[in-house]
């Protein structure tokens, strides 16, 4: 995994904080606590998603951990995607497959499932796949396309 520089860790701290929390809260987890995610109560170690100001919520360090650990591995995964030319031109990379695993193992603890932004299939492990990102009304959205999915979509990055 590669070292986050503490810029990078403040914006993966922000996107883990707007799109992650759950849009729900129970009242002990408004007032901070529990954990936003598990709702164990709130120790020393909790971290407070962004923007902390008014707003007393607490996560814990597991949950808060497995949440970023998804977004460092996306991004790592994305970054060598974008600079590899086998990758890009859609052949079999090896560090591209590990990227995409590591990236993998960190969903079942947070409960997320890859799908392919443009079609309903599910992402076989035997099946190129990219890291893609685009523009939604709540900002940008990390997710996965298929290569052949995404030689039909020019537009995505
Ligand atoms: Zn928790
Ligand atoms: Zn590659
Ligand atoms: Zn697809």
């Given at each position: 995994m590669t070292v986050q520089v503490p810029e990078e860790l403040a914006r993966l701290h922000r996107f883990v904080s707007w799109?992650?929390?759950?849009?729900?809260?129970?009242?002990?987890?408004?007032?901070?606590n529990v954990c936003v995610w598990c709702a164990s109560p709130?120790?020393?170690?909790?971290?407070?998603?962004a923007p902390s100001a008014?707003?007393?919520?607490?996560?814990?360090?597991?949950?808060?951990?497995?949440?970023?650990?998804w977004y460092i591995t996306w991004?790592?995964?994305?970054?060598?995607?974008?600079?590899?030319?086998?990758?890009?031109?859609?052949?079999?990379?090896?560090v591209g497959h590990g990227r995409?695993?590591?990236h993998e193992k960190t969903m079942p603890p947070i409960d997320k499932r890859p799908?392919?932004?443009?079609?309903?299939?599910p992402l076989l492990g035997t099946e190129l796949v990219a890291p893609?990102?685009?523009?939604g009304s709540e900002g940008f959205n990390l997710g996965y396309a298929h290569l052949r999915c995404l030689s039909r979509r020019p537009s995505v990055t």
């Open positions: 799109y992650e929390q759950p849009r729900w809260l129970p009242e002990a987890a408004r007032d901070g709130a120790d020393a170690t909790a971290v407070e998603p008014g707003l007393p919520r607490r996560a814990c360090m597991r949950c808060y951990a497995a949440q970023l650990a991004y790592d995964w994305h970054r060598h995607f974008s600079a590899c030319t086998p990758c890009r031109q859609h052949q079999t990379c090896l995409r695993l590591l799908v392919c932004l443009s079609c309903p299939a893609v990102r685009w523009e």
